[in-house]
Structures are given as C-alpha cells and as structure tokens.
C-alpha cells in the first residue's frame, strides 16, 4: 500500500508532496483509497464536504461506529507520512485483526478527512470541521484558493457533489482514533515507538496586511519612502523575537508582495503568520503584543498594517478515559499540530490519537521520515486498540 501510494503527487525535484485538496494528485490518492477499501469489502461512502468514509460492518456488528483513518492532503511540498500514515496504518490494522480472526461487534470506519492541512483555502481541518458542524457551510463557501477558487468550483471540476454541512455519519460514531506520525521527538527521547496525545496547544492563523507606497527602487531616497516589506520584516522578527521569549511559537511562512519587481519598492505585503502557544490566553497576548509591535513600525515606516483573524482554534484536551483505557504504559504528550481528531474532539466526539516515533521530528517537509518497524508497531497498536475499543 506504502509503495502505491508514495508515487502519487510525489515532486521529482524535491522529493515532497503537492496533494492539495481535489487537485489532481489528492484525487489519485482518494482513488486509491477506493480501491483498497473495495478490495477489502469495504463500503465506501462520501460526504458533502469531500471527506471519504471506508465502513467495515460484519455480520452482527450494532450501535455506533467506531472511527480511525486520517487524511491524504498534505501542505506543499509536504512529507509523505502525515496524513497518510494513519489512512494506511487503519487499513492495515483492518487486515491484521481478519488474519487474527477478530471480528468486531461495532462497525468500524476508515475516514479521510479532506483539506486537513488548509493548504488550498487556509482554514485547515475544513473537511472535519464541516463535517462536525464547526464551520458552517456560509463561512466554507467565502474561502477562496491563491486562484481565487472556492471550495465548491474545486469540488465540482473534481467530478464530486458538493453539498456542505454537518455530516450525517458523524452522529453514527462512538469515537475517533487516529494515528499519526509525531510531529517531534518527544517518542524519540523517550526510546518508544508509538505514543498517545494528551492535548493540542491553541493555535491561529492570522493575515497581515502591509501597505505603503509604491516607488522607484533607484530615485527614491530612503528617507522619503514608505515601504511596506520594512514594516513586515520588522513584524516577522518582533515576532520570532516574543515567540521565543515566551517559548510559543510564530511563523511567517507564506508572503505576497505586490508587485512583486525587483526595481520597484512595493506597495504592499500580504503575510500570514501561524502561532502557536500553551494556552488560550498566551496566545491572545503574544498575537496582541505583535500586532501592536508591528502597528508601532508602521507609524515609523508611514505605512498601514492590518491583521485579520483566518482561524482560532483553541486547546483541545483529550479524552482521558479513552486515551487512559489505550494507553498501556505508553507516553501521554502534548502536541503543537493540529488534527481532525482535535476538530471532532471540540465537537463532542471522544477522541485520542496514537503517534509513531518520528527519528528526525521533522514534519511539513520532504525530509519527514518513520522507520518501517515503528510504523509497523503502530499498526499492531492501532489493531489492538481496535480490538479493545469493538470487542
Ligand atoms: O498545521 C497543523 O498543525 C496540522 O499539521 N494541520
Ligand atoms: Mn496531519
Ligand atoms: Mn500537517
């Protein structure tokens, strides 16, 4: 399964990964999927709001599902085990417990949630969050893709039914379990293979508009210019600046300028800073104190800065009971990324999440790496929390 699905949207220069939602190479990967779950007698249904389910109800199975999967998405010249990871290792653990003769008495699905990274409209979990009801169908339909795209046109012109909302499988579900790959090296440090999560930090994603005047890059004096990249270079370090003395996190890893010549001093710069701290009120303060940091350089630069809130997602914390009954010893960390299984978590649905030690930590890039026998255990524990969970 590893192997097919390496290739799909793989970049031949860079080694990562461009599976942005119902874009070409995502679809060949939900086609995939597909076929894996007709292969194993799964029943396949789709949402609204592009997400895929792969349902396993043996003979004798009642009440509510039990859920696992994750995403196929992944962010731009991503890695190629976050998402897809866990939507192999369900299908995996699917295999392992009918070569342990295990039967489960509680449906169980395998989902993939669609744009979990918000890579194209810049909301991320947008699958899950419509699914769950947390983002409305109003707010999905304002979203647009850097081509000015909304999610239905996407939808659409990938041969799939939009129809945007609260998912009707959703209320069918006792719980999630999605495996991960760890996204650090808390595993690492610890010498074990496979963790659990206790929580997901409060996270955000803010855009910052810089306007100034736009002028000669030779003629213009630089006493006499208003230049907006000044003010945002200035942002982006106030930032890393109060990030790190608060030991959260800020990033600006995406910028805008227009327009964007080299001999011209531009009129202006879009920027969009993702944060990140350990608690809700951290994080209001630490994006206040920039904000009003980046307000002051623009009195000094005569430019204009304005920041607009994209998305707000607070702590989630979760289920301690489920997590507690999967645990068996293993680590119980934290985690800066955020998840689906954080979205239906905020929703109400008891959710937990296995991680697979990451050696290197490193994520949201080609380098993103698992060792086979971690993954491999990952599924032995994602299989036996199955069997606990559907007995
Ligand atoms: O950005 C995140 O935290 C997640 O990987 N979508
Ligand atoms: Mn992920
Ligand atoms: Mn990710």
């Known amino acids: 399964m590893w192997t097919a699905l390496a290739a799909l949207g793989r970049s031949a ?49 009642t009440g509510k599902a039990v859920l696992t999967g994750s995403h196929l998405d992944s962010v731009l010249d991503g890695g190629a085990y976050d998402g897809p990871l866990g939507v192999v290792s369900a299908l995996a653990a699917v295999d392992l417990l009918r070569d342990r003769g295990f039967t489960p008495g509680k449906p169980v699905g ?16 947008l699958g899950s969050r419509l699914a769950a009801g947390t983002t409305t169908p109003e707010r999905a339909r304002e979203l647009r893709d850097p081509a000015g ?33 760890e996204q650090g090296r808390d595993l690492v440090h610890r010498d074990e293979a496979v963790g659990l999560a206790s929580s997901i930090w409060p996270h955000g994603r803010y855009r910052f508009d810089f306007t100034g005047q736009a002028n000669h890059a030779g003629t213009t004096a630089m006493p006499d210019r208003h230049d907006p990249m000044l003010t945002y270079a200035m942002t982006a370090l106030a930032a890393a600046k109060q990030a790190r003395l608060s030991g959260n996190r800020a990033t600006f890893g995406r910028i805008d300028v227009g327009p964007n010549a080299t001999n011209a001093v531009p009129s202006r710069v879009t920027a969009w800073m993702d944060a990140r701290c350990a608690s809700d009120d951290a994080l209001a303060e630490l994006v206040a104190t920039i904000e009003k940091q980046a307000t002051e350089r623009a009195g000094r630069d005569g430019t204009e800065v304005e920041v607009r809130v994209e998305s707000v997602t607070p702590e989630v914390v979760f289920d301690a009971e489920l997590t507690g009954r999967l645990a068996h010893g293993r680590p119980v960390i934290p985690t800066q990324a955020g998840h689906d299984a954080g979205v239906l978590a905020d929703a109400g649905i008891p959710s937990a999440m ?38």
């Open 149 to 181: 795209v909304g999610i239905e046109d996407a939808m659409v012109a990938a041969g799939l039914e939009p129809d945007l909302g609260p998912s009707r499988w959703l209320q069918d579900v006792a719980c999630y379990l999605e495996l991960h790959v």
């Open 354 to 391: 296995l991680f697979v030690r990451n050696p290197t930590g490193i994520s949201h890039a080609p380098d993103e790496h698992a060792e086979t026998a971690d993954c491999l255990a990952g599924v032995e524990a994602l299989a036996d929390a199955l069997t606990e969970l559907t007995r």
């Open 13 to 61: 220069s860079s080694g990562g990964y461009f599976r942005q939602p119902f874009a070409t190479a995502e679809r060949e990967c939900h086609a995939w999927f597909a076929e894996q779950a007709a292969a194993r007698g799964l029943r396949l249904e789709h949402d609204g709001n592009g997400n895929t389910v792969a349902w396993w109800e043996p003979e004798g199975a």
């Open 110 to 125: 395998v989902a993939v949630f669609a744009e979990e990274e918000g890579s194209r409209f810049g909301l991320a979990c």
